[in-house]
């Protein structure tokens, strides 16, 4: 399907036109920090580095006709942060202690109260047939990895600091909480506000970098030209990609950087030489000395270690007193679950055929930030995910705002980014699950817009083999 094509095909279907809510803003003068995030970092986006955000962004003009995976016609943000922060109502930026525990007894709740009904009922005495206990156990992990995958939230609020007014205090509950699900909180939390202080930066980000072109042929033997003569991706091959990325995704990450940036030679204090992305490439999670982090970071990221050894050592010691193919079941496969959500919804966030990416002397962090995308879970993504799903553009804005205030704060801010705004609500739950396969066969590399000159080089877009969307660009082969 030719760009032109496609693009006659949007303009006629709204499905494939992005979502803009016309709704009326609250205006306020509330400060709040553009980024959002719980400390500083050496080698992050200073706020120095932000200043051009609060002048006008150049005209988007200079970058001619961009054309997305949609085949639509593309502009790059034309607001500031100030207009974003100043159409927030000031009360959004409020946290509460009462209310953001309130959250964490409640998923506690929900896993105690499950798993006492299972250990109690779900017994051959009650349930003399072994395959509908299987299958009832099998529903107990799902729903146990619905509620701790709550608990992940809200220490994420925690890691933002959204979670009460007082840092100590967010820092606390969520190493508890992170510990537990066997995240290492600190050295995540720093990680993770380098990705919020970089997102859609090819160089910086830190969360589902995707491949360029060049990187895209290199992984399959191939060169660049040869891109866009490629047949169809078999679904088995994609299929067999997508459940290794739920699967093993989250560890993976934590281990290898894996969809991280991979230009660790750049970190300042020369912690990078000679590190790379991979097994044993000296890039990871846990290792104070590791490119993500600076030196003043190294006692956090112990922390973080202690944390996950206090908790392998109270599984260690309930596999041995209840058995281990219990603690499978009443942790182990629950924890699977929690690591498929966690890699399901940061992945839909930042994937879609009409998000944008940017090399790094056109990204800034307006742009950026409307590089993601609001998607629907209903009941499950607003009240046991606690809106993580729905919100998630506001929160790369603000990320101090708490999700209990962030659907009113995202409606403020939706006249301010007007088109720029996105969203895929289509069939609620079974879209945002149709959307993992339909982003994994459209959304493989990204590339300029064909023939683009001068800046629009730096804005990227995603193209496919599959024959669906716009076309990759014809590229001559190497002299």
Known sequence: MSAKTTSSQAAQNPVLRRTVTDSDSSPSTA????????????????????ASDVAK????????????????????????????????????????????????????????VTFTIWHNFVTPEYIPSKALRVVLWGVYTFLQGLFGTGLWVLAHECGHGAFSPSQRFNNIVGWVLHSSLLVPYFSWQISHGKHHKAT?????????????REERARSIGRLAHELSELTEETPIYTFIHLLGQQLIGWPNYLLTNVTGHNYHERQREGRGKGKRNGFGGGVNHFDPASPLYEARDAWLIVMSDIGLGLALTALFFLGQKFGWSNLAVWYGLPYLWVNHWLVAITFLQHTDPSLPHYT???????????????????????????????????????????????????????????????????????????AMWKSARWCQWVEPTEGAEGPAKGVLFFRNRNGLGTKPAKMAPPS
Not at 363 to 370: S, T
């Open 31 to 50: 400060d709040a920090s553009p980024i959002g995030s719980p400390r500083q970092s050496a080698s992050s986006t200073s706020l120095s580095s932000l």
């Open 57 to 112: 962004p150049t005209s988007t003009k200079q970058y001619g006709k961009l054309i997305d995976t949609y085949g639509n016609e593309f502009e790059v943000p034309d607001y500031t942060i100030k207009e974003i922060r100043d159409a927030i109502p000031k009360h959004c930026y409020e946290r509460s202690y009462v209310k953001s525990m309130s959250y964490v007894f409640r998923d506690m709740l929900y896993l105690a």
């Open 200 to 212: 859609g930066n090819m160089e910086r980000d830190m969360v589902f970098v995707p491949r360029t």
């Open 360 to 434: 790094a002397e056109e990204w800034n962090y307006v742009r950026g930030c409307a590089a993601t995308i609001d998607r629907e879970f209903g009941f499950i993504g607003r009240h046991l995910l606690h809106g993580i799903i729905e919100t998630h553009v506001l929160h790369h804005y603000v990320s101090t705002i708490p999700f209990y205030n962030a659907d009113e704060a995202t409606e403020a801010i939706k006249p301010v980014m007007g088109r720029h705004y996105r969203s895929d609500t289509r069939e609620g739950p079974v879209g945002f699950i149709k």
